[in-house]
């Protein structure tokens, strides 16, 4: 069983930046790959990021690419998203999700979840 907890989110103006960190518990961290997914009201829960075991290599969408970075420290257990030039269409809640193994675009294929933090983008 691996926890997640998710810190660092917060309200922050058009343009700014915020960095978002996930805290693991599993001891064996890296073997799983991670991911940052974000649901706004009303909306599907979205792929932001990806990053895979070792971290070395990440994945994004076009929505988030060359504004988001996404990396892990596996000494640590914690992976991070780095987010850049942002945009009030941006605000959501921001989940991180672990998996075994490979990564994957798709919320249906992470088995554990954090619980989520909220980041608001105001105009």
């Known amino acids: 069983q691996v926890q997640l907890v998710e810190s660092g989110g917060g309200l922050v103006q058009a343009g700014g930046s915020l960095s978002l960190s996930c805290a693991a518990s599993?001891?064996?961290?890296?073997?799983?790959?991670m991911a940052w997914f974000r649901q706004a009201p009303g909306k599907e829960r979205e792929f932001v990021a990806a990053?895979?075991?070792?971290?070395?290599?990440?994945y994004y969408p076009g929505s988030t690419k060359d504004r988001f970075t996404i990396s892990r420290d596996n000494a640590e257990n914690t992976v991070y998203l780095q987010m850049n030039s942002l945009k009030p269409e941006d605000t959501a809640v921001y989940y991180c999700?672990?998996?075994?193994?490979?990564?994957?675009?798709?919320?249906?294929?992470?088995?554990?979840w954090g619980r989520g933090t909220q980041v608001t983008v105001s105009s």
């Open positions: 999700a672990a998996r075994r193994l490979e990564y994957s675009r798709s919320q249906y294929d992470y088995r554990y």
């Open positions: 599993e001891g064996t961290f890296n073997n799983y790959a």
């Open positions: 990053i895979n075991w070792s971290g070395g290599s990440t």
